[in-house]
Structure formats: structure tokens, C-alpha cells
């Protein structure tokens, strides 16, 4: 990873434009072309440096429900139960944690109902007993951004 893609790892976590083209303004921020902006984009997503790019909206405010679950998994089924759980596109993170619930895990959908049929299908299909669901009771929300330049500059 160069100079060049510290920049572009910057600006996209922070500004990424609504535009038809938003690689190609990128591009002319760093003084590159659309298609190499498109390159570097695609051998960072190939290095596993970026997972996914897509935008972040306030869930709760059209209308869907989340909650944050912890599941208790023997160290043999991680990796099954880990691809059952990630196939649900309701799914937005899963980490494995040291502890007694070493599986957490994000779930946003649209009702009550899904969610509840969604717990009880991974249940079901997974043979956990052990899920806690989390809803939150107040919300914080912390940006992070990180800084690949290792100075002070955003970009």
C-alpha cells in the first residue's frame, strides 16, 4: 500500500461523493484518472484492506429494528456457525470474542417478527441453545475514521 492509496483509504471513509461518478472526483483530488482510482480500489478490496464500501443510514428512522446478539459456540462449529449466520443479508457484523458468548453479532430488519424468526431459524439450523439478544436502550454513535497517513491530515 503506497502513499497514493493512504490518501484514497482517507478520502473515502470521509467523503465519498453522491455523484454518478464519485471514483472519478476522487480521482481528481489525487490528480488520477477514474480507472486508476478504480484499480486501486479493486486490488485493496482483493487484499482484504477494504471489505465493503456502501453507505451507513439511521435504521431506526425508516423504520427497521436491530439488536446485537451473543451466542455461545464450541471452538469446533466457529467457522459453520459463523457462514450460517453471515448468509443473512440482515446480518451486519460477526466477531468472535474471548469469553463464555464468544460470538457477537449485529442483526437490521424491518419488524419484530423477522427478527424473532430470524434468532430462532439460526437456533434451529445451528443447534445453539445459548442466544442472547441486545436491543439497544440508547443509542451512541461513534464515527471512526482511520487515519492512514499517520499524521494529522485528513487526506
Request: charged fraction near 30%; proline fraction near 2%.
Amino acid at each position: 500500500m503506497d502513499t497514493i492509496d493512504k490518501k484514497l483509504l482517507n478520502l473515502m471513509q470521509n467523503e465519498i461523493p453522491i455523484d454518478k461518478r464519485p471514483f472519478k472526483i476522487l480521482g481528481e483530488k489525487l490528480m488520477l484518472t477514474e480507472n486508476d482510482v478504480l484499480k486501486r480500489v479493486r486490488k485493496l478490496k482483493e487484499d482484504g484492506i477494504i471489505r465493503r464500501i456502501g453507505g451507513i443510514f439511521n435504521s431506526r428512522r425508516i423504520g427497521y429494528i436491530s439488536t446485537l446478539c451473543a451466542a455461545k459456540v464450541s471452538e469446533n462449529k466457529i467457522e459453520e456457525v459463523a457462514a450460517f449466520i453471515n448468509n443473512y443479508y440482515e446480518v451486519t457484523h460477526n466477531y468472535i470474542r474471548e469469553d463464555e458468548y464468544n460470538m457477537w453479532f449485529t442483526i437490521i430488519t424491518h419488524s419484530e417478527e423477522s427478527l424473532n424468526n430470524i434468532l430462532e431459524e439460526i437456533k434451529r439450523e445451528t443447534g445453539l441453545n445459548e442466544i442472547m439478544s441486545l436491543p439497544s436502550i440508547k443509542l451512541f454513535k461513534v464515527k471512526v475514521a482511520l487515519n492512514f497517513q499517520g499524521d494529522d491530515k485528513n487526506a
